[in-house]
């Protein structure tokens, strides 16, 4: 199997910006939905649940949530399948359909923390940069000799 990503650079930068919300939950649809209108208008800043958590509903389960910003030196797209596939080994295609720099990100009845997985998941692109960057010889030694010195004052 193989996927197919439809899109240039050209289109990346013409591409309308979204307004995104990550839900837990499946919606089985295909179509437009008047987001603003039934959804938008029911958001409400909860103080006191801390600042910037916000609170909603959907098909009466209680949501509470946060906009949360992509990582510096990413941006979020959203592709879309131009056909479904019929079998898991079949080729894919998938073409732009906007991109996002921010998006409202909800859980069910309980305050968004660094303990949800997809918080977490954020996280990892800073862990993965840091990781990639080059260290010097120089900054490997005086690592190292920290590490030694520290070794020496605890017990």
Do not use: C
Request: hydrophobic share 35%; aromatic share 10%.
């Amino acid at each position: 199997m193989s996927i197919t990503l439809d899109f240039n650079g050209k289109n990346l930068a013409k591409s309308k910006s979204l307004d995104l919300h990550y839900l837990p939950a499946k919606v089985d649809g295909d179509g437009e939905a008047n987001v603003e209108e039934y959804f938008n208008n029911y958001t409400r800043e909860a103080a006191e649940f801390g600042t910037g958590v916000l609170t909603n509903a959907l098909r009466g389960y209680p949501l509470m949530g946060e906009r949360l910003k992509v990582p510096e030196g990413y941006r979020g797209l959203v592709l879309q399948e131009t056909d479904k596939p019929l079998s898991e080994s079949s080729d894919r295609q998938l073409r732009l359909t906007g991109v996002f720099d921010e998006f409202t990100y909800w859980n069910y009845d309980k305050v968004p923390s660094n303990g949800d997985a997809y918080r977490q998941a954020l996280v990892m692109a800073d862990v993965a940069q840091a990781l990639s960057q080059p260290i010097s010889e120089q900054d490997l030694e005086a690592e190292i000799a920290r590490n030694k010195e520290n070794t020496k004052e605890s017990p």
